[in-house]
């Protein structure tokens, strides 16, 4: 599971390295690179889908999301003895993704286009690289993409293979040059991204789609808007932990039962009430906590999981509840919870050990004071 995320010339992060645990809260004052930490994690996992180069043309373009300080920032700029200013740049315009864990590292290196591009918003792919072990070496690199050249080493006889010779500059080795023969190392990380889920837009407004009626079909992963609650609600009684939903559901609404009707769909049976709460009649905090119970119950977790706020809405009671919920879902994959909530992070910290990392920002910079950053190399073009 992956154990390190790197992050180099993205918004406020100019150069950060982190390490992951099991489960990891990432909290810090508003403005400290909370959500642009969120959005690096978000665009490594769009990498799988081919979609990375049209996310960051979405946010306006290479120009739009680079750090816009300066490109080093010495002690007597931070010490105020010098001025804030830009410097004559060494190294090339980059915008750099990478993460590893102790099997695989991965990393990527964006640059501006081609002046004959005639999509200026698209940033060009200048380098991949793919390598075992937890630190890149000329040794353990495999898989190497420059410019529109990508070479794998070979399993057997460890000889370099040229893969592709004219990739495409919005295109990724990941999704292009995977395939069982000759870039299986590749085709396992494409699975593992496709596999990373993501929850930040988990409607609770009275249209929100959980609130609908909803075609109940077999769904082990619930959708990232929620919209189909009831059936992965049904798909846990089925197939996951039933015992684990009551338990969640108990814990936060004493006396409440969670169930699926036929015909019917979700109902939330209350004491002293004589008739079960549909989804519609939800109040936001209730719907949002069985939406939170879906998505890390689920019978098949993933590598890794994000949530963004998962506290939204909810009562100050529901902190404790919440997080057993994601301490028990911890324990079949790799959480990272992005919040401010004071009473959330404690009661997080009180049901036992889990890696914290506070953000700051320093003269536009994030930092993470505190924590020790993993050894990291990055790819040179």
């Known amino acids: 599971m992956i154990r390190t995320l790197a992050v180099s010339g993205y918004r406020s992060l100019r150069d950060l390295v982190l390490p992951l645990e099991q489960l990891t809260v990432v909290t810090g004052a508003n403005g400290s690179g909370k959500t642009s930490l969120y959005r690096a994690l978000r665009l490594l996992s769009e990498i799988a889908q081919g979609r990375l180069v049209a996310s960051l043309a979405a946010e306006g373009g290479l120009t739009s999301v680079l750090w816009a300080g300066p490109e080093r920032i010495g002690r007597d700029m931070r010490e105020g003895r010098h001025p804030v200013q830009g410097t004559v740049r060494r190294g090339p315009v980059s915008l750099r993704l990478g993460f590893c864990d102790d099997r695989f590292g991965y990393a990527l290196d964006l640059g501006m286009p081609s002046a004959e591009n005639p999509f200026?918003?698209?940033?060009?792919?200048?380098?991949?690289?793919?390598?075992?072990?937890?630190?890149?070496?000329?040794?353990?690199?495999?898989?190497?993409?420059?410019?529109?050249?990508?070479?794998?080493?070979?399993?057997?006889?460890?000889?370099?293979?040229?893969?592709?010779?004219?990739?495409?500059?919005?295109?990724?080795?990941?999704?292009?040059?995977?395939?069982?023969?000759?870039?299986?190392?590749?085709?396992?990380?494409?699975?593992?991204?496709?596999?990373?889920?993501?929850?930040?837009?988990?409607?609770?407004?009275?249209?929100?789609?959980?609130?609908?009626?909803?075609?109940?079909?077999?769904?082990?992963?619930?959708?990232?808007?929620?919209?189909?609650?009831?059936a992965a609600i049904a798909t846990i009684r089925a197939i996951g932990d039933g015992e684990a939903l009551d338990e969640a559901v108990d814990g936060a609404f004493p006396g409440s039962r969670l169930e699926v009707e036929p015909g019917a769909g979700l109902a939330l049976r209350q004491h002293g009430l004589l008739r079960p709460l549909r989804p519609a009649e939800l109040s936001d905090g209730t719907l949002r906590f069985l939406l939170l119970c879906a998505a890390l119950l689920s019978p098949r977790p993933p590598e890794l999981m994000v949530l963004n706020e998962p506290e939204a809405s909810l009562h100050p009671d529901l902190m404790a509840p919440l997080a057993r919920l994601l301490r028990r879902a911890s324990r079949a994959c790799r959480i990272v919870v992005v919040s401010h909530n004071a009473a959330l992070i404690a009661a997080i910290g009180q049901e036992g050990e889990s890696g914290e990392i506070r953000l700051e920002r320093s003269f536009g910079e994030t930092t993470a004071p505190g924590v020790e950053p993993p050894r990291w190399e990055w790819p040179k073009r």
């Not at 630190?135 to 794998?152: E, I, K, N, P, T």
């Not at 190392?185 to 249209?207: G, H, I, K, S």
Request: glycine fraction near 8%; aromatic fraction near 8%.
């Open 120 to 230: 200026p918003l698209d940033p060009a792919i200048k380098r991949e690289a793919m390598w075992t072990g937890g630190r890149l070496s000329h040794a353990s690199l495999f898989a190497d993409r420059r410019g529109g050249l990508v070479r794998l080493r070979g399993a057997t006889d460890g000889a370099w293979k040229e893969a592709a010779h004219d990739l495409s500059p919005f295109d990724s080795m990941v999704t292009h040059c995977a395939d069982p023969a000759n870039g299986a190392e590749l085709l396992a990380l494409r699975e593992r991204l496709r596999d990373w889920r993501f929850y930040d837009a988990l409607r609770t407004d009275p249209a929100a789609p959980a609130r609908r009626p909803q075609v109940m079909t077999y769904t082990p992963v619930l959708a990232s808007d929620g919209a189909d609650l009831s």
